[in-house]
């Protein structure tokens, strides 16, 4: 991103630099490998000395590949790990084992003069636009500092940097000196998009980017996204609980259920063939508000029985197999594999005892967009 924003000549709209890969090639180069990762928050108790008596499996072994300028999608419930997991990632967490490599480097255990070098190439997203920018800075301040915290120093310097970049989320330069109270919920997301920007990232972790905003704006939060990860060639882990924002903006999309990935896979064997059963709960669960008014068959929707269990003692086997309604003997006593099964495409993975039947199909139309969300899709499909 150290390349001039070009001016386009007709319109005299900002632009964005030539890409980092071809956007719409298939990526395959690794860029950030996690093997095996766990992370448990121990528990401390007893009195009067307090030792550990138990630990929150928040994160229990995960296996993730992204590559380079890909969007990748990391999707569950509340509570499985899917924030523990981008937190563990952007090293702001310590494991508690296996490994996170980027670009061939192992930074699980990296200190903070040995992660410098890369906390510049992964940056976050967070989900409250609110909290995450500090009130007391202006966004002059706030866009700049990770330039001078990596000594970053572009051409025509930072301030005109900025400016740049608030062109390209879309917010006026002249803002420059403007305050955060000053702008709205998605304004905010926008400068939090510029200031993960400002560091040349390649890989942007963001942490259910739009959940917190309104459906209109979160349709624009997701296009903007979408246009930096295809036009700058930077790669995303979009952590979502929302099936239907994920499959708009992710290639491939990882479900977590209870601190496991139990299901992995591109987003269109995921989204049309889901193996997992609860994978397939999850896409039953989309609104169908739009399918019912085209007069179209309504698919039955899953419900699934109780709550998540606590990640401090989650079932034995297969963590799924208490809210499963094909769950047998063997669930409880082995934990299924996260495997190729037959019938899928080599890169869709699963981790079931009973899979669901690999010829169960039209399940695109389980998913039904907001509208503006399905606008969105429309219209980049057209390009
Ligand atoms: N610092 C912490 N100490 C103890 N437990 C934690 C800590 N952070 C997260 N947890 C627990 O780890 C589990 C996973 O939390 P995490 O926030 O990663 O889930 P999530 O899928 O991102 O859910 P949400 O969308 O609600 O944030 C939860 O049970 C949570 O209570």
Request: aromatic share 4%; proline share 7%.
């Amino acid at each position: 991103m150290k390349e001039d924003v070009a001016k386009d000549v007709t319109t005299g709209a900002t632009t964005l630099p030539a890409p980092r890969t071809a956007a719409k090639d298939t990526p395959a180069e690794p860029l950030l490998v996690v093997d095996k990762l766990v992370k448990h928050f121990p528990i401390k108790g007893g009195f009067p000395v307090r030792r550990t008596v138990g630990a929150v499996q928040a994160v229990d072994g995960i296996d993730l590949t992204v590559h380079v300028g890909e969007s990748f999608g990391l999707v569950g419930e509340s509570g499985c790990g899917k924030s523990t997991t981008g937190r563990l990632i952007t090293r702001l967490l310590e494991p508690t084992g296996g490994t996170i490599s980027y670009r061939g480097r192992d930074i699980s255990h990296a200190s903070r003069k040995e992660l410098a070098p890369v906390r510049s190439e992964i940056q976050m997203i967070f989900q409250d636009p609110y909290s995450s920018l500090n009130p007391r800075q202006t966004v002059g301040r706030i866009i700049s500092a990770p330039m001078e915290i990596n000594g970053i120093n572009p051409a025509g310097g930072r301030e005109k940097r900025v400016r740049e970049l608030l062109e390209i989320v879309g917010l006026n330069p002249e803002h420059y000196n403007r305050f955060p109270h000053e702008f709205s919920g998605g304004q905010r997301q926008r400068i939090g998009v510029a200031r993960a920007l400002a560091s040349e990232p390649k890989l942007i972790v963001a942490d259910e980017p739009v959940s917190a905003l309104d459906v209109s704006i979160q349709a624009q939060v997701v296009n903007l996204l979408q246009k930096v990860q295809r036009e700058l060639g930077i790669a995303f882990l979009f952590i979502a609980h929302d099936l239907a924002v994920v499959r708009h903006f992710s290639q491939r999309v990882a479900v977590m259920y209870l601190g496991k990935v139990i299901e992995v896979g591109d987003r269109g064997s995921i989204y049309t063939r889901p193996r997992h059963p609860y994978t397939h709960a999850l896409l039953s669960a989309v609104p169908e508000v739009e399918l019912e008014e085209s007069g179209k068959v309504r698919r039955e929707r899953i419900r699934l029985a109780g709550d998540v269990p606590s990640p401090v003692s989650p079932p034995s086997g297969c963590r799924f197999r208490t809210r499963c309604w094909k769950a047998q003997d063997k669930c409880a006593q082995e934990e299924p594999p996260l495997v190729r099964l037959s019938g899928n495409r080599e890169d869709h993975l699963t981790a079931c005892h009973f899979p669901e039947d690999p010829t169960t199909e039209a399940r695109d139309e389980d998913i039904v967009l907001d509208p503006a969300l399905a606008a969105l899709e429309d219209a980049a499909e057209d390009q």
